[in-house]
């Protein structure tokens, strides 16, 4: 069983910056990748970031390239994304996510690639 727990969401008005952070807890396993998830409401939940847990690389959907980074303290088990030029199409509950398993970097943002999810944080940005 793995835990996961996001901390950091908020209100913020559009331009602003926020940090997100996700601590995992330690476990036998290490995971392979970690990812931040977002749903907006009524719509469907959607990837945001990932990166390697090994080699640090990262990868980013279109919408958030350029302002939000994904970044992980390994010897903390923390994962870290921070958003900044936040605008009001951001808004949505935030999750992180994990792997244990190697998933090609073309599969790094689908849902179904991640086995265990942390509660969310929301994250609502004015206009």
């Known amino acids: 069983q793995e835990d996961l727990v996001e901390s950091g969401g908020g209100s913020v008005q559009a331009g602003g910056s926020l940090k997100l952070s996700c601590a995992v807890s330690?476990?036998?396993?290490?995971?392979?990748?970690l990812g931040w998830f977002r749903q907006a409401p009524g719509k469907e939940r959607e990837g945001v970031a990932a990166i390697y847990t090994g080699d640090g690389s990262t990868y980013y959907a279109d919408s958030v390239k350029g302002r939000f980074t994904i970044s992980q303290d390994n010897a903390k088990n923390t994962l870290y994304l921070q958003m900044n030029s936040l605008k009001p199409e951001d808004t949505a509950i935030y999750y992180c996510a994990e792997t244990v398993a190697w998933v090609p970097s073309y599969r790094l943002l689908s849902t179904d690639s991640y086995n265990y999810w942390g509660q969310g944080t929301q994250v609502t940005v004015s206009s």
């Open positions: 330690k476990s036998f396993v290490r995971p392979y990748c």
